[in-house]
């Protein structure tokens, strides 16, 4: 079901599956030696021309699953027959980081084909991005509005595409892009090859799906809620007020290499990566407040080990890929148990050992209970630590009323605010 086991079940390797040789000789050398499960199914449908539905979370290997075919079926269209350069293939996707990974990954493929590609995303100066496009791309990794813009102004075609690939679908839709999406799809030519991957398949991602979709194949990797077996998961019990030393003690005693740290909040991650530089850690905070060069800056020294802890909020994870990443620390437990699953995925990446913490104070354990029945399976207690919680976890009744007191407390204060505005305006 993940990518370590299937490593051993199989023993298919990258010379079945078909690659010309300039694509076999980067793979090998980048050192990937055995395909991965999606890798195994995608790669010669889409070779096939095949529209694919591919389930996929990120760390199985989605990206070359359908970056290698795209640039051995291009490579064959248009290399080999000395075509002028035009834009075949678009990959769109929901974030720049995901984007700039996605592009990341094409280089190295692409290292003997010598294919044109490029990466445009919004929140930066649209100048480079369009000489680049100017030069002339054959492949294109986008985000939706910066492409729509470039198509608005007149800089991109998507007139001779040839493959269509819309990844990570589901978190496109969470992100609020299904006009922008509907609106680049109008522009595709109707003969074409879709390649449509989501992490997960609730109904307007499957209505979307097949909307686009030409009697696909379909290739579901994991199931929904199955978090990477190859991660061994812990979650510690403590209180609010003794989370950062929490934190400090685990990082201190549990974690022996770099780690991410998620939080909720753009601001929490400010906070805690204050308390943290604080406390002697080498840490940095990425989130959506941050420019993109400051995002692309800490992902850097991250990767280069310059620092060693990335404190980070869900959106601005997304595309973060780092390899051999052993640890994830859950600061804040999210209430969506899904997003538990996509965090902890950072880890354990691609057959690698993963470990997970997860810090739960007691409004939280609620959610550790939700991510349980999620994924089906208990995370480890540990509760030998210095600062256990005192207050007993919360039973579903008693949540209940917790959650009903919290909605009389907000309705009181808002009632309050009302209230001071009305007299200060009166009092005008
Ligand atoms: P993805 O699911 O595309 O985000 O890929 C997850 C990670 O697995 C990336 O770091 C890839 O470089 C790596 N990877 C992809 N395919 C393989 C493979 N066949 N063998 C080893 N690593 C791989």
Avoid: C
Wanted: charged share 25%.
């Amino acid at each position: 079901m993940f990518v370590g086991l299937e490593l051993q079940r199989h023993t298919m390797t990258f010379q079945d599956l078909d690659l010309i040789d300039p694509i076999f000789k980067a793979i090998s050398q980048k050192g990937y030696k055995v395909p991965t499960e999606i890798q195994q199914k995608a790669i010669p449908e889409i070779l096939q021309r095949k529209d694919i539905l591919g389930i996929a979370q990120t760390g199985t290997g989605k990206t070359a699953a359908f970056a290698i075919p795209i640039i051995q079926l291009i490579y064959k269209i248009d290399k080999q027959r000395q075509a002028p350069i035009t834009l075949r293939a678009l990959i769109l996707t929901p974030t720049r980081e995901l984007a700039i990974q996605i592009d990341e990954n094409i280089r190295t493929y692409n290292k003997h084909t010598h294919l044109k590609h490029t990466v445009i995303f919004g929140g930066v100066k649209a100048h480079k991005q369009i000489q680049e496009i100017k030069k002339g791309v054959q492949i294109l990794v986008a985000t939706p509005g910066r492409l729509l813009d470039l198509i608005g102004q007149g800089y991109i075609t998507l007139e001779h595409l040839k493959m269509f690939v819309l990844d990570e679908a589901d978190r496109m839709l969470d992100m609020g892009f299904i006009h922008d999406i509907k609106r680049v799809i109008k522009l595709l030519p109707e003969q074409r090859q879709t390649l449509f991957f989501s992490a997960t398949m609730p109904d307007n991602i499957i209505g979307l799906s097949s909307n686009i979709l030409n009697n696909p194949r379909r290739i579901e990797v994991a199931r929904k809620s199955s978090p990477a077996e190859t991660i061994d998961q812990y979650v510690y019990y403590t209180d609010r007020e003794n989370k950062v030393a929490l934190l400090s003690h685990i990082l201190r005693n549990e974690v022996d290499d770099q780690v991410i740290v998620f939080v909720r909040t753009k601001h929490g991650a400010d906070r805690l990566m204050k308390k943290l530089t604080r406390s002697n850690f080498k840490a940095k905070a990425i989130h959506g407040n941050k420019s993109q060069v400051q995002r692309q800056k800490a992902l850097k020294q991250f990767k280069e080990g310059a620092i060693r802890i990335l404190v980070a909020t869900d959106i601005a994870a997304r595309g973060i890929d780092v390899q051999q990443l052993g640890y994830v620390i859950n600061y804040d437990i999210p209430n969506e148990p899904e997003t538990y699953v996509h965090r902890i995925g950072r880890s354990g990446r691609a057959g690698l050992k993963g470990i997970a913490f997860s810090i739960s104070e007691p409004e939280e354990n609620v959610f550790i209970r939700g991510i349980e029945k999620l994924i089906q399976d208990k995370l480890s207690v540990i509760s030998d630590h210095p600062f256990p919680q005192l207050v007993a976890p919360m039973t579903a009744a008693e949540k209940k009323a917790w959650n009903k007191e919290k909605q009389l407390r907000k309705a009181k204060f808002i009632q309050a605010k009302k209230l001071k505005r009305q007299s200060k305006q009166r009092g005008r």
